[in-house]
């Protein structure tokens, strides 16, 4: 069965970096668009980052641009978050999240995302 596990999370300050890992298995990943959305305590699911499954587009939501970059590496089925400049805002569960549609463009809508993992907790201190 497809899994995905997170890992990377923790406590940081503001100002920190964390970087996100997402372990895919029994998918073929390279068949797949990857995401990772986040949910903080009371709000919705919002999405974060995705990249097509070449790696070659990406998308952002415009409250983490040029603080975090989604990359990721298809000969080890993972998928990682690169957070950076850490804000007390960024705190959440984040969750990744795969894409089986082959849709030329990344998808932004939890809808979309077929798989998705249990969740690691960021949790940045002021």
């Known amino acids: 069965q497809v899994q995905l596990v997170e890992s990377g999370g923790g406590l940081v300050q503001a100002g920190g970096s964390l970087r996100l890992s997402c372990a895919a298995s029994g998918l073929t990943f390279n068949f797949y668009a990857m995401a990772w959305f986040r949910q903080a305590t009371g709000k919705e699911r919002e999405f974060v980052g995705g990249?097509?499954?070449?790696?070659?587009?990406?998308e952002y939501a415009d409250s983490v641009k040029g603080r975090f970059t989604i990359y990721r590496e298809n000969a080890k089925n993972t998928v990682y978050l690169q957070m950076s400049s850490l804000k007390p805002e960024d705190t959440a569960v984040y969750y990744c999240?795969?894409?089986?549609?082959?849709?030329?463009?990344?998808?932004?809508?939890?809808?979309?995302?077929?798989?998705w993992g249990q969740g690691t907790q960021v949790t940045v201190s002021s």
């Open positions: 999240a795969a894409d089986r549609s082959r849709s030329i463009e990344v998808q932004v809508t939890a809808s979309a995302y077929n798989y």
């Open positions: 990249i097509n499954r070449s790696g070659s587009s990406k």
